[in-house]
């Protein structure tokens, strides 16, 4: 029996994409005539899987530290601190998420620059605006883990 939370198109844009993206100034374009649709179609059916959660993002995957570099961070924070904190780490632009650990470290966010200087720079700026000395987690040897899977559509 077919999945009916999904329309057809749908469901080919979630197996046929999540390898060999189009890389043109109009993806969602080629994707359109590769399917036989509007490139609307398309970019409506993208819309509609993000709001039902089966698409949290459409983008490029890059391999670490090929286009700028990164690092895991964690800060050990007094519970009566938490929200402050994670304000003031989520107001750096570098910083592109943090989250909350049941750990002596307790928010992790992952830092974001153009060299590993910039990385640096955002990490003494988060130390000193929050008076707490991030722990800095480099990334020392990349495993590349495959995420994308075939669906079984039945």
């Known amino acids: 029996m077919t999945d009916r939370r999904f329309s057809p198109l749908e469901r080919r844009l979630l197996d046929a994409y ?4 189009p890389l043109s100034p109009r993806p ?4 359109a005539e590769r399917e ?4 609307d179609a398309v970019l409506t059916a993208l819309q509609r899987l993000q709001q039902l959660g089966a698409v949290s993002r459409v983008g490029a995957v890059v391999r ?3 286009a700028g ?17 994670a304000d003031t780490v989520s107001a750096c632009p570098q910083v592109n998420h943090n989250y ?12 974001t620059g ?7 720079d955002a990490l003494a700026r988060i130390a000193a605006e929050t008076g707490l000395e991030p722990l800095d987690l480099p990334l020392e040897e990349p495993f590349h883990i ?8 039945t």
């Open 69 to 85: 570099w990164s690092t895991l961070a964690a800060l050990a924070v007094p519970d009566e601190r938490l929200e402050a904190v």
């Open 28 to 31: 969602f374009a080629e994707i």
């Open 100 to 111: 909350l650990r049941e750990h002596a470290f307790n928010l992790w966010f992952v830092v």
């Open 36 to 39: 036989g649709v509007s490139e």
């Open 64 to 66: 670490p530290h090929a």
């Open 18 to 21: 999540q390898r060999d993206f």
């Open 114 to 120: 153009r060299d590993r200087a910039e990385v640096q």
């Open 146 to 153: 495959d995420l994308g899977f075939r669906l079984e559509w």
